[in-house]
C-alpha cells in the first residue's frame, strides 16, 4: 500500500514537472513564432494616397499617425505631435515628437507637414476640408511649426485630429508630387509614419503589413497584420466564424445579433459618429425631379421616414438621427428633436394636397403642379449595407400612402461619382457620412462643396454659408456653441437631407485574441482610433481576456501540486520509519 502511493505521488510529480514544461514551451513557441492578425473588410476602394483615400483606419491607425489622438471619452491628446499651443488668436504653434520616424528611418519633420498641407489648400481634395481655415505655414524648426489661420476656430482644430496627415516631403518633391499629380500618385508602396509597414498589396485579396520597431509609442504587440478584402459580407462572415479571420469590420447589426450566439467570437458595440442619411438633390441647374426644391415636398417625404420603426426592425441600437451632430455629442442642440417633422403619412398627403399636389390621373401618385411630372422619385441605395435596401422599401410603403412612390435600386460606390457630377441626374441617394470633427462636418452642405465635388445634395443656401463661417470665426467656445445650435436648427428646419440614424457599431474578433483598443468607435475601417491594433496579441502570450492568465494558472497549480506531493512524500516515510519494528 505504501509502494503504490509512493509511486501515484512520483507519477503526480512527472506529471506536474510535465505540464509546467510544456507551458513554458508554449510561451516560448509564441514568443519565437509570428503572430499574424488577419483583419476582414469588405470589398471598398482601397486607395493609398493619404491625400484621397477614404480608408480611415489604414491612414489613420495602421500607415499613419494623426497630431492628435482621441481617448476612450472623445476628449483629445497629443500623439504625434507633443504639443499644440495658441500663440495668438490667429496662431497655432505645433511641436511634432523627436521620436516620430517615416518607415524608411528618416525623421518626420516641420517641412512634411507644410509640404502637405499647401498641397491640400492649393489643389482640393478629400482632406481639404480638414484645413480650410488654414491660411499658411511658417517653419520654426525641423519639429515645430506655427500654422496661421483664416479665423480663429474657437470651438474646434479639425486638422490636429483629423486624417490630414503627412507625406514625406523627401520622397514626393523628388518624384515631382508638386502639383496636381499628388492627388492621383498611386503611393505604392507607401512610406507612412505609423505603427505598421507597408509589405504587399494584392487588389481585390489583401494588404499585408508588419510592426513598424520605431513607432513612437513602441513596437505593436502582432508582428503582422493582414487585411483581407471580400467580395461579399456573407464571405466575410463565413471567413470569421471558420476562423479564416480574426477580427472582422463593417458587420451589420442583424449579422452581430446572430454571431454573439458563437462562444468563439466576442462582439463589441461602440457608438460612432457615422450616420446614414438620404441626399436630397438640390443642386442648382440639376436634371433630377424639380420638386425636390421645395420645401413642402421635402416635408412631406420626412413625413413619411418612420426612424424609430426602422432602426427597431433594421438596426436595433442606433441612435435615432437629426443632424450630422450625433446626439450624446455636447454640442447637439435638442431643439431639433421637436423641429424635424413627425412620421404621419396621411398628413404628408394632406399637406401636399393643400399646396396643389395632386393626383389628376387617378393612378394614386400626386403631380408636380409646375412641372406636371408625378411625384415619383429614382432612389438610389449604397447596397454595400444589404440591410439599407430593407430601409428604402420602408419608406416607400409609406411614401406611397401620401401618394408619392420610388424606384428603388441598389448601385455600388459608383454612386457618390453620379452624385457630385454633371448634369445631377438622380433624384434621392442613400448613404451616409462620417463625423469627423464637429466643423468639417457641415462643409458638404456649403456652396463652396459643390465646385470642391464634395456636396452629397447640392444644397447652396447664403444663410447656411454664412453661419458655417461663423462656425469658423468663432473666437471662444460659447461662440463656437451658439453657430453650432443654429446649424443645426437650419438643417432640421430646411430639411437638407433626411438624418436615418448614427450608428452603434458592431465589431467582432475570436477570443483568442484580446488587445483590441475599442473605444471610441470599435474595430472600424472608417475608425477614429489611433490604437486600434497596437497592443492587440494572442490570449495567453501577454495576458488572457478577462483578466485570467492561464499559463499562470497552469503554473501555480502545477507548482501547488508538486509542493502537496512533496510534503507527502515526506510524511509517508516518517510513518514508515515508525512503523517498523524495534530490534531486540
Not at 492578425?37 to 499613419?64: A, D, E, H, K, Q
Request: aromatic share 14%; proline share 6%; net charge neutral.
Amino acid at each position: 500500500m505504501g509502494r503504490s502511493l509512493k509511486n501515484l505521488l512520483s507519477s503526480v510529480l512527472v506529471l506536474c514537472l510535465l505540464i509546467s514544461q510544456v507551458g513554458l514551451s508554449s510561451i516560448k513557441a509564441h514568443a519565437a513564432g509570428e503572430t499574424v492578425l488577419r483583419y476582414g473588410i469588405t470589398g471598398m476602394f482601397i486607395s493609398f494616397n493619404p491625400l484621397t483615400g477614404y480608408s480611415y483606419t489604414m491612414i489613420r491607425s495602421i500607415l499613419y499617425a494623426t497630431l492628435f489622438a482621441y481617448n476612450e471619452t472623445w476628449g483629445i491628446e497629443p500623439w504625434g505631435a507633443e504639443y499644440a499651443k495658441q500663440i495668438d488668436p490667429l496662431t497655432i504653434e505645433i511641436k511634432l515628437r523627436d521620436d516620430w520616424y517615416w518607415h524608411d528611418g528618416k525623421p518626420v519633420t516641420s517641412y512634411d507637414y507644410k509640404f502637405t498641407w499647401e498641397l491640400l489648400l492649393k489643389y482640393p481634395c478629400a482632406q481639404t476640408r480638414f484645413v480650410k481655415a488654414v491660411s499658411s505655414i511658417d517653419i520654426i524648426n525641423d519639429k515645430v511649426f506655427r500654422v496661421h489661420l483664416k479665423s480663429p476656430m474657437g470651438g474646434y482644430l479639425p486638422f490636429l485630429t483629423s486624417v490630414c496627415v503627412a507625406v514625406p516631403k523627401h520622397i514626393w518633391e523628388p518624384k515631382g508630387l508638386t502639383n496636381e499629380s499628388a492627388l492621383t500618385y498611386e503611393n505604392i508602396p507607401p512610406i507612412g509614419n505609423g505603427p505598421f509597414k507597408f509589405v504587399e498589396y494584392k487588389p481585390g485579396e489583401y494588404i499585408l503589413f508588419e510592426a513598424f520597431d520605431k513607432f513612437f509609442a513602441g513596437k505593436p504587440k502582432i508582428d503582422k497584420l493582414m487585411v483581407v478584402i471580400f467580395s461579399s459580407m456573407d464571405a466575410m462572415v463565413n471567413a470569421l466564424r471558420t476562423g479564416g479571420i480574426d477580427v472582422a469590420s463593417n458587420v451589420p447589426m442583424s449579422v452581430a445579433i446572430e454571431l454573439m450566439k458563437d462562444p468563439n467570437l466576442y462582439v463589441s458595440l461602440a457608438e460612432i459618429p457615422s450616420y446614414r442619411s438620404i441626399y436630397v438633390n438640390q443642386y442648382p441647374g440639376k436634371a433630377g425631379h424639380p420638386a425636390l426644391d421645395d420645401l413642402t415636398v421635402r416635408k412631406a417625404i420626412a413625413m413619411c421616414i418612420d426612424k424609430e420603426g426602422i432602426s427597431e426592425a433594421i438596426h436595433p441600437g442606433f441612435t435615432v438621427g437629426f443632424t450630422p451632430i450625433p446626439r450624446y455629442w455636447p454640442m447637439f442642440n435638442p431643439e431639433v428633436q421637436n423641429i424635424w417633422p413627425k412620421y404621419d403619412p396621411k398628413a404628408a398627403g394632406d399637406l401636399l394636397e393643400s399646396a396643389g399636389y395632386k393626383d389628376t390621373d387617378g393612378d394614386g401618385i400626386r403631380e408636380d403642379p409646375k412641372s406636371g411630372k408625378p411625384l415619383r422619385f429614382r432612389y438610389w441605395v449604397y447596397n454595400a449595407y444589404p440591410e439599407e435596401l430593407r430601409a428604402a422599401e420602408f419608406i416607400r410603403d409609406s411614401l406611397r400612402q401620401a401618394g408619392m412612390d420610388v424606384e428603388i435600386r441598389g448601385m455600388e460606390a459608383v454612386l457618390w461619382d453620379y452624385v457630385v457630377s454633371k448634369p445631377y441626374d438622380w433624384d434621392l441617394a442613400q448613404w451616409g457620412w462620417t463625423v469627423h470633427d464637429p466643423i468639417s462636418c457641415w462643409f458638404p452642405y456649403t456652396s463652396d462643396a459643390i465646385p470642391a465635388g464634395w456636396s452629397s445634395s447640392g444644397y447652396h443656401n447664403p444663410e447656411f454659408d454664412q453661419l458655417y463661417n461663423s462656425l469658423l470665426n468663432a473666437t471662444n467656445y460659447n461662440e463656437f456653441l451658439e453657430a453650432q445650435y443654429k446649424l443645426q436648427k437650419h438643417f432640421a428646419e430646411n430639411l437638407v437631407e433626411f438624418i436615418l440614424y448614427h450608428e452603434s457599431y458592431p465589431s467582432v474578433w475570436n477570443v483568442k485574441w484580446t488587445g483590441f483598443s475599442n473605444k471610441p468607435c470599435g474595430v472600424f475601417w472608417y475608425g477614429f482610433n489611433s490604437r486600434t491594433f497596437n497592443d492587440v496579441h494572442l490570449v495567453g502570450v501577454t495576458e488572457v481576456a478577462k483578466g485570467m492568465n492561464w499559463n499562470l494558472v497552469v503554473g501555480v497549480i502545477a507548482g501547488a501540486i508538486i509542493v502537496i506531493a512533496v510534503i507527502a512524500t515526506i510524511l509517508i516515510r516518517r510513518k514508515g520509519k515508525r512503523a517498523q519494528p524495534t530490534a531486540t
